[in-house]
C-alpha cells in the first residue's frame, strides 16, 4: 500500500503529465488559472509540483483551467 509521500507524488506526477500532454507550461497555467478566477504565482505553482503539497481543490483547478475533463489513474 502507498504511504501519503507515495501518494502526494503520484498526484503531482499526474498534473506534470496532463501540462505535458496538452504543452502548458507554468506560466501559461498561471494564465489559465486566472481566466477562471484563481491567482497563483509560477514560483508557487512550481513548488507545489516539485514538493508534491497541495489540495485536492487545486488539482481540480488545474485539471479544468487546462481542459483536462477526464483523466485516467491507472
Known amino acids: 500500500m502507498a504511504d501519503k509521500n507515495e501518494w502526494e507524488e503520484k498526484a503531482a506526477n499526474l498534473l506534470k503529465a496532463q501540462l505535458k500532454l496538452k504543452g502548458i507550461t507554468y506560466s501559461q497555467l498561471v494564465e489559465k488559472l486566472e481566466a477562471i478566477g484563481v ?35 491507472d
Do not use: P, V, Y
Request: hydrophobic residues 40%; contains cysteine; positive net charge.
Open 39 to 73: 491567482d497563483e504565482k509560477e514560483a508557487n505553482i512550481r513548488n507545489k509540483l516539485s514538493r508534491g503539497k497541495f489540495t485536492a481543490a487545486f488539482l481540480l483547478q488545474c485539471l479544468r483551467a487546462i481542459g483536462s475533463d477526464q483523466i485516467r489513474l
